[in-house]
């Protein structure tokens, strides 16, 4: 299942007992999110790139082992990562690209970018009006201390939606596939429903060390992958 994917979601799980929370990587596939790898940590705050790094290796190791263990010699799979705003760093865009995977994340509305004609502005200014068309602009950098680039950017308000998107993607030029690719990272939210108040209640679980909590979150990630994977097999 892990090399049928092409796509990873990040995100954050933030209801966890004792101040705890899981960054978490899962593989989108048919409108959910599996589960692969994650970080239980103490809840301070936004994770830092290094965090991100560390379950980005560790979720690389889980997709080379699938590829070792189905066809050794076969292809590398493709890898799209999709984050939501707290992955927006440009450190992270860097070690993608250097890793060789591309990446829709989400930007603040705050964050400063220079358009391909030297104009440097907020993007959040770039946002069309609730339900206006998408815009798309490409070679641009983004950050202002340290600009990063060039990339792409796809911005749109969809309707009934309280903030606008802005996807930052490695794309040579961004399409309303990108934001297409982007709202994958909506099924993680289901997984996370299904593991707080919506099913297991792993925010009542009244465990409170970083380990403990990672052991259930791996047994209630095998539960909830494997009757999946029985049905692939015919099972």
């Avoid at 994770?47 to 076969?74: K, V």
């Avoid at 993608?96 to 220079?114: A, E, F, I, N, P």
């Amino acid at each position: 299942m892990l090399l049928a994917a092409r796509f990873a979601c990040l995100s954050t799980l933030p209801k966890l007992s004792g101040e705890r929370q899981a960054l978490m990587a899962a593989l989108a596939h048919r409108r959910r999110a599996l589960p692969v790898c994650w970080q239980v940590r103490r809840r301070t705050g936004v994770s830092d790139a290094g965090q991100q790094r560390g379950l980005l290796e560790a979720l690389s190791r889980r997709i080379n082992d699938a590829r070792d263990a189905e066809d050794p010699c076969g292809e590398i799979p493709e890898v799209i990562v999709i984050g939501d705003g707290a992955f927006h760093s440009t450190d992270l865009m860097s070690y993608l690209s250097d890793k060789g995977w591309s990446y829709r994340l989400r930007l603040h509305s705050d964050t400063y970018v220079q358009l391909s004609n030297g104009k440097w502005t907020q993007v959040g200014d770039l946002a069309p009006e609730e339900g206006g068309e998408n815009r798309y602009f490409d070679e641009v950098y983004v950050t202002k201390g340290d600009p990063y680039g060039p990339v792409s950017i796809a911005i749109c308000h969809a309707e009934e939606e309280d903030d606008p998107w802005f996807i930052c993607t490695d794309q040579p030029e961004a399409d309303y596939l990108t934001l297409r690719t982007y709202s994958r990272r909506m099924w993680i939210e289901e997984l996370f429903g299904d593991l707080e108040d919506g099913g297991f209640r792993l925010n009542r679980s009244r465990l409170y060390q970083p380990e403990r909590l990672s052991r259930l979150v791996m047994a209630l990630a095998w539960t909830y992958v494997w009757p999946g994977a029985c049905r692939r097999v015919g099972r």
